[in-house]
């Protein structure tokens, strides 16, 4: 199973949020390129960038500093998210280098642009949904739509998409433990690769997610626990390979 730094960027800075508010941001550094440097010698194989203001304006404001971010570390696959909506976007990123681009919003609200963008793009396309009490959030996660999470993932058409974030918004920023069970149940119920988000915040979340790689969880983005030190990402790693094999 593979574990995935989050940069999340507000303003040029690397912050991470607690469940998603903008207004409870804690800067851990300002030059993100300088933090996918550190994360890329402590053996990450991927990036999870967001930007953040991005996702909550509904179109791209930081993506000189993404695509920055991918020239100069043409050797890890880079996933990246916040208001992308468009083909034009999509295609700008995975010029740029992104190996994946992550799409939220529009793919609650307009799923068969969606479809479109999947089957022009097929495998660079992760779809993010998140979750609060089971339902979807939308635009930054400002608005909580009516619609089930897992219904939303029924529907996709799994053919050209690579794989869902699953975020408990609940939890994310506020390491309290990842919702297994959610993501578990997730997983159990569609084709598509499950990537595990929102409030990893020991090795025994780590060891537990492995378990069920089988049922689909591949990965799992890391982000507040790895930039506070409570998990070493490397050794993270090292303990998801074994027990992936073991499991």
């Known amino acids: 199973m593979l574990l995935i730094p989050a940069i999340d960027l507000k303003k040029g800075q690397c912050v991470r949020l607690r469940q998603g508010r903008m207004e409870d941001s804690t800067v851990f550094s300002s030059d993100p390129l300088a933090m996918a440097k550190k994360w890329l010698k402590a053996g990450a194989k991927r990036l999870h960038i967001v930007d953040l203001d991005g996702a909550l304006s509904g179109k791209p404001v930081h993506k000189k500093i993404i695509k920055q971010i991918c020239t100069n570390f043409p050797d890890i696959d880079v996933q990246v998210g916040g208001g992308i909506g468009d083909e034009d976007t999509v295609q700008d990123y995975i010029e740029a280098g992104a190996r994946y681009v992550i799409i939220g919003t529009k793919a609650i609200n307009s799923p068969d642009i969606i479809d479109n963008i999947c089957a022009k793009f097929p495998g660079h396309i992760v779809i993010a949904l ?14 909580i739509s009516h619609y089930k999470v897992i219904d939303i993932a029924k529907h996709l058409n799994p053919i050209n998409i690579e794989a869902i ?41 780590i060891i537990k997610l492995c378990r069920y790689e089988s049922e689909g969880i591949t990965g799992a983005v890391i982000g507040r626990a790895i930039y506070e030190g409570v998990i070493d990402l490397a050794k993270g790693q090292h303990l998801a390979n074994h027990h992936t094999s073991t499991a």
Not at 134 to 140: E, M, N, R, Y
Not at 193 to 204: C, E, H, K, R, T
């Open 165 to 205: 974030i699953y975020t408990d918004i609940s939890r994310d920023g506020m390491m309290q433990g990842v919702n297994l069970s959610s993501t578990r149940n997730l997983a159990r119920e569609i084709k598509i690769p499950v990537i595990a988000s929102g409030g990893i915040n020991s090795y025994d979340d």
């Open 130 to 143: 998140d979750a609060k009490d089971g339902k979807a959030a939308t635009d930054g996660w400002s608005n």
